[in-house]
């Protein structure tokens, strides 16, 4: 008896994007269902090795293909670990994953691009619907008795009943559109197979019929042979040797495995021999995964032990800051039965670890000797490198060589070496201002401090630097300071205001005081500024403030000084006013305008509106 089921909301919207073609090329639908049956290969192969339930099961991975070309229709099976009735409903009926409506939001409407995030998304199988009016999954679990079939036209439903199936695994079968009917093919499914899956490490057979002819004339017979051809190499490819590849067997392998359609940017292949011996296949993708800023990102790297798969869903296999990076890791000393937790505490996936990292970013140096092509790499991946100048002490110097920033003087991002050549002799330290907004980062008047001494900024606005930066300390010997910081300010230095000035504005200044109250720290004299107001002093430690908040606590206002600029005709005019109240308002004005340029908010917009207005009404 059959039981129809109504597709989760965020699944029709796929559909619907599948339906109608969001894939620039069809024809990969089949490399997705071949992925996703080496994957169900993959699972089973550790099992049968460890699990003690399954240690009779007779298996020997392989993938078929056959094709109907007068029924139009293409079937793709596997001998792998099967679903159960439930794990058909959780896996084809819905995305069970937290980040599927940001995923959709991140479409654009681009074919191009939105096809390479449906794929990151682990959503292939979906991808049987743009060239199929029905698809029918008949499927069993290793290790169960009963089997399942799945059917649905891709229109809002499904529909689930019991089946015989004489096998574990899983068989899928699509009933092809008529414009599509050219999949059912032998030539055109070969075609697809050698361009997409030649490396998928298991053998792929395909099933079909072939005529020949027997005798002359009227004698002449067609005898039908059916007949069964593997139709890849099955080879592993990280176990090849580098001599055996092209570029093109790296590009293709790292689609299939990656789900992406767009090439990588860069790859290492690494082969060691000696006390460890293991293999590594790494990929810089061109473009970030969806998921590369969430909490319960998906790792990209798969980790097997003499060729059997072990896991993909370890987050230790590489460091957190290295998320990016897609691959395999194969080592040839592990125990088959290693457990989670005996990972994450073994000695030699730790080396792996350490040496895999270095070579990655080997490799990330050597993007970076490109400036163009580094400009690419840094777009997608600057950001998430920062992390690791938190935990990756190890690496620490590479990591700051490998990092670029916008300044005061310059709108191309620079490197901390170019920095360091760029300063003049009698600078000492390396300055930096972090913000949220790189435009009012550079609008910030106390940048006016620095350059009349000849000296640059760093800007920082990416919302990890404020955890990262203040705690690098020194960059090749130079310590990094915090510009605006108010010990920092002090040992830079700056022309004194006369004590004519100073007495001339001390009115003023009081009047400032009394205005603005708890606001402010202070308020005092600069000759060091062009604009007419400057907030000055001790940034909120970001990383303290944020933990602060996750434990409900509201972190307290780090009070600034107020610097009023001793030569700007604002106040020059405004010290010899007798009016309180214009002089409260301007206070209040200045004090929020330079909120404005320092957070891009302010706090009371009501009172500055009034304000604004009242001294507006007074000088006309």
Known sequence: M????????????????????????????????????????????????????????????????????????????????????????????????????????????????????????GVGFYSAFMVADKVVVQTKKAGEKQAHTWVS?????????????????????????????????????????????????????????????????????????????????????????????????????????????????????????????????????????????????????KLYVKRVFITDDDKELLPQYLRFVRG?????????????EILQQNKVLANIRAASVKKILSEIESIAQDDGAYQKFYTQFGKVLKEGLYGDYENKERLLNLLRFPTSKHSQSISLKTYKENMPTDQKSIYYMIGENLELLKASPVLEKYAKKGYEVLLMSDEVDGFVIPSVGEYDKLPLKDASAAETLKELGEDSVSQEVQKSFEKLIATFKEALGDQVKDVVLSASLDSPVALVGDEQNAMMANLMRQMGQEPPIAKKTMELNSTHPILEQLKDKEDKELISNTAHLLYASAKLLESGTIEDAKDFAHRLNQTILKTL
């Open 153 to 301: 036209d891709g229109k809002g439903e499904y529909e689930i009943s019991e089946c015989l199936k004489d096998s574990q695994g899983t068989q899928i079968t699509l009933y092809l559109k008529d414009e599509d009917a050219n999949f059912a093919s032998r030539w055109e499914i070969e075609n697809i197979v050698k361009k997409y899956s030649e490396h998928i490490p298991f053998p792929i057979y395909l099933s079909y019929t072939q005529s020949k002819f027997e005798g002359e004339g009227e004698e002449k017979k067609e005898i039908k042979e059916d007949k069964v051809e593997q139709i890849n190499n099955a080879k592993a490819i990280w176990k090849m040797s580098k001599n055996e590849l092209k570029d093109e067997d790296y590009k293709e392998f790292y689609k299939s495995f990656a789900h992406d359609n767009t090439e990588p940017m860069r790859w290492v292949h690494t082969k060691v021999e000696g006390t460890l011996e293991y293999t590594t296949l790494f990929f810089i993708p061109s473009v970030a995964p969806f998921d590369l800023y969430r909490v319960d990102y998906k790792s990209g790297v």
């Open 328 to 340: 395999v890791i194969d080592s040839e000393d592990l125990p088959l039965n290693v457990s989670r």
């Open 2 to 121: 059959s039981k129809k089921h109504t597709f989760q909301t965020e699944i029709n919207q796929l559909l619907d994007l599948m339906i109608h073609s969001l894939y620039s090329n069809k024809e990969i639908f089949l490399r997705e269902l071949i992925s996703n049956a080496s994957d169900a290969l993959d699972k089973l192969n550790y099992l049968a090795l460890t699990d003690s339930k399954l240690k009779d099961l007779q298996f020997q991975p392989r993938i078929d293909l056959s094709f109907d070309e007068k029924k139009k229709t293409l079937t793709i099976q596997d001998n792998g670990i099967g679903m159960t009735q439930e794990e058909l409903i959780s896996h084809l009926g819905t995305i069970a994953k937290s980040g599927t409506k940001s995923f959709l939001s991140s479409l654009s409407g681009d074919k191009k691009k939105d096809s390479a995030l449906i794929g990151q998304f």
